[in-house]
């Protein structure tokens, strides 16, 4: 089983709507989790940290699910600016605690 | 505050040749690391350094070697460059322990191996 698997998408969606992306993960001591954004072309960018209690940030919502081993993000309102890859990231199988690994991405592409 | 910054941008090499790979972080952190992206990959981890004068194997370290010098600079070499190591390579830093601090990356650079 991969570390971290995510749907590939792509995700097309109208102005306005509401999206979910969801995310498993194969460590069971994963600790920390993450989503991150990336632009075309551009480097990864921290979105998002993941807590146990669920959390939000403005139109994001991050829900955990240690028992099913389970991450998600909830995108309300979708702009056309949040057209991106949206990376899940947690952290790495046996490693150190400061290593990470990237789950492949889901792309999303929100239409006028 | 520049952040994390990566020379050069681009590159093309033939097979054989030899490059190095700049990092340079202006935020005083402990921790940085050097990924690579493929398509249909996402991101892998080649070396990482925990400190200065410090630097440890990650998950494809093959065919790469890392020096950290300098608290501020983490360099990454190809000795022999081969296509397989076409690809963009992402230097990242972080303060303390990657899991509960930001690793911040740098633009990229995108390496063509013929």
């Known amino acids: 089983r991969k570390e971290v698997e995510q749907d590939p998408g792509p995700f097309n969606v109208p102005e306005g709507a509401t999206v979910a992306f969801n995310c498993t993960y194969s460590?069971?001591?994963?600790?920390?989790f993450f989503w991150y954004r990336q632009d075309c072309r551009k480097e990864p960018k921290l979105l998002m940290s993941v807590y146990s209690s669920g959390n939000e940030d403005g139109r994001f919502t991050a829900q955990l699910n240690r028992a099913s081993q389970y991450i998600s993000l909830l995108i309300r309102d979708s702009k056309l600016s949040d057209s991106a890859t949206y990376l899940c990231v947690v952290t790495a199988q046996g490693a150190g605690s400061y290593q990470l690994t990237f789950g492949k991405g889901t792309k999303l592409s929100v239409i006028p | 505050n520049a952040g994390v910054t990566q020379t050069p941008k681009f590159r093309v090499l033939k097979t054989g040749q030899s490059m190095t790979l700049l990092c340079a972080q202006d935020?005083?952190?402990?921790?940085m690391y050097w990924y690579r992206q493929d398509p249909g990959m996402g991101l892998r981890l080649i070396h990482y350094?925990?400190?200065?004068?410090?630097?440890a194997k990650g998950e494809v370290p093959d065919g790469y070697n890392v020096s950290r010098l300098k608290k501020q600079n983490f360099l990454l070499g190809l000795e022999s460059a081969a296509p397989s190591q076409t690809s963009v390579y992402f230097c990242?830093?972080?303060?303390?322990?990657?899991?509960?601090?930001?690793?911040?990356f740098g633009p990229g650079t995108r390496l063509t191996v013929l």
């Open positions: 460590n069971s001591a994963s600790q920390s």
């Open positions: 935020m005083n952190h402990e921790y």
């Open positions: 350094s925990v400190g200065e004068g410090t630097t």
């Open positions: 990242a830093s972080s303060g303390t322990s990657g899991d509960t601090d930001t690793q911040y």
